[in-house]
């Protein structure tokens, strides 16, 4: 993987979450710390409003589970399984405002990133080390 890719990701990433955070400068994007920190300021107001709820996520792919899980613990959440859940599930107290306003759609905005650039470097490795046709078999009517 190139370095150049791998710095384009983050910079994506970063700018998801400049957005989630309200920033309106550029200068207030490239502050990502103090991005994280308003959005846990925005996740303790909304926790004195609302009754912080369970919520139940089920994410099969492995990638989509550990950036959601890190997500959670980067805003100070503490996601779960209990007992008996499969691996794919993954628990979370947190008030549903946060949840609808900032964890999903960052999740889903940063996971999109994420899948596009594994997508993008699975094809590549495919095509420079196994075989340079990497795309799906096509259907057959045999």
């Not at 846990?40 to 989509?64: M, N, T, V």
């Not at 996971?111 to 596009?116: D, Y």
């Amino acid at each position: 993987m190139a370095f150049d890719d791998i710095d384009r990701l983050r910079e994506k990433l970063r700018k998801v979450e400049a957005l989630f955070a309200g920033a309106s400068t550029r200068g207030e994007q490239m502050a990502a710390g103090e991005a994280i920190e308003r959005i846990k300021k925005r996740l303790a107001e909304s926790g004195h409003a609302q009754k912080p709820l369970e919520f139940r996520i089920a994410l099969a792919d492995g990638w989509s589970r550990r950036l959601f899980v890190a997500l959670c613990r980067r805003y100070g959440l503490d996601p779960y399984r209990k007992r008996g859940q499969r691996h794919t599930t993954v628990m979370i107290r947190v008030p549903e405002s946060f949840v609808n306003d900032v964890l999903w759609p960052e999740f889903q905005e940063l996971n999109a990133a994420l899948r596009e650039y594994l997508d993008a470097a699975t094809n590549r490795i495919i095509r420079e080390e196994v075989y340079k046709e990497a795309g799906e078999a096509p259907e057959d009517d045999r």
